[in-house]
């Protein structure tokens, strides 16, 4: 049997990470400000995972690919961050997990297309008031985005 295995550098991909804090459905303004200048600015991140990412922006485009791995859906759309002759498209992996206040949900920015969507549920500890971890799949790159529940206090709890 032969076995080999390919791993990226580090420097392949620049990643952040980015909780809007319930992003505005209204005016995206959240989104057009802070997630637009993480993906389009000097050394721009070609990952962008988003906490609190409220409702994507009106003017991302669904693709038609929905996934739902484990009850949780997400959904992929394209965004335009570019201008009509210089183009800068990059994909949204959207997870609505917040039915109620639609606020605290997850998303996943790529520069790139995802080979493969993933969602992990907690099964063992507070599984009634989990939040699920998504991630996407990128030849052999996996990104996980994950926003623990709050404990009252100033973090949040991610058992063990």
Do not use: C
């Amino acid at each position: 049997m032969n076995f080999s295995f390919v791993l990226a550098n580090i420097e392949d991909y620049r990643v952040s990470t980015w909780n809007l804090q319930g992003a505005s459905a209204n005016t995206e303004s959240k989104w057009n400000v802070s997630a637009r200048q993480l993906l389009t600015r000097d050394n721009p991140a070609n990952i962008l995972m988003v906490q609190e990412a409220g409702s994507i922006p009106t003017s991302a485009i669904r693709t038609g690919r929905l996934v739902q791995p484990g009850g949780t859906p997400v959904e992929e759309f394209t965004w335009e961050l570019g201008t009509r002759y210089r183009s800068r498209m990059v994909y949204i992996y959207y997870a609505p997990i917040d039915v109620g206040a639609r606020r605290v949900n997850l998303a996943i920015v790529s520069d790139r297309k995802a080979d493969k969507v993933i969602v992990i549920r907690q099964v063992v500890v507070a599984t009634d008031t989990f939040r699920p971890v998504i991630g996407i799949r990128i030849g052999n790159d996996v990104f996980f985005n994950i926003h623990v529940l709050a404990n009252g206090g100033g973090g949040g709890i991610l058992p063990r």
